[in-house]
């Protein structure tokens, strides 16, 4: 998925390996990241990304958070 000919850290370029592998196992998240991908393209910078990051990971942590409200209440 990644190009990595215009990578120039070893550590990023073993992250993206390893990201790949990872989306190959589990295919059902690849769309997921493409739209990632996309986000962080359209972000330009790096305090825009690290922005992106922080509101993806928040909405992640609500979305859990909510869930396991619905579990515990179902659970009462």
Not at 46 to 61: E, F, Q
């Amino acid at each position: 998925m990644a190009n990595l000919i215009l990578v120039k850290s070893n550590r990023l370029k073993k992250a993206l390996i390893d990201r790949d592998e990872f989306l190959r196992k589990h295919s059902e998240l690849l769309s997921l990241q493409r739209k990632i991908d996309e986000k962080m393209r359209k972000a330009k910078t790096s305090h825009n990304r690290l922005v992106l990051i922080h509101t993806l990971m928040m909405d992640s942590v609500n979305e859990l958070h909510n869930k396991l409200q619905g579990f515990r209440q179902a659970a009462n």
